[in-house]
């Protein structure tokens, strides 16, 4: 990851995906649905990447389903609970 350019959210997500063995989107998204996450249709999780508008709540549900933890501190990234490694 280059220190020079902002990585958004949406794109963090996407590595994290790769990450953990190129789960789609989609499936992220069912995922989240069935952890409590209303409403999370691909279409509108598609939705929010876009727009990069997760809520606390959704974040927090993807650290729980992708085995990481997300930190904002003087930047914002996330660390995969099984090798350290940070996005």
């Known amino acids: 990851m280059s220190m020079g350019k902002y990585m958004g959210i949406a794109e963090k997500i996407r590595i994290l995906l790769i990450k953990r063995g190129n789960i789609?989107?989609?499936e992220l998204a069912r995922r989240l649905m069935a952890a409590g996450c209303e409403n999370m249709s691909a279409q509108n999780f598609n939705n929010k990447m876009k727009?990069?508008?997760?809520?606390?709540?959704?974040?927090?549900?993807?650290?729980?389903?992708?085995?990481?933890?997300?930190?904002?501190?003087?930047?914002?990234?996330?660390t995969l609970n099984d090798t350290g490694e940070e996005i």
Do not use: G, L, P
């Open 51 to 78: 727009r990069e508008s997760f809520s606390d709540e959704e974040i927090k549900q993807i650290e729980k389903i992708m085995n990481c933890t997300y930190k904002v501190e003087h930047r914002e990234w996330f």
């Open 24 to 26: 789609s989107e989609a």
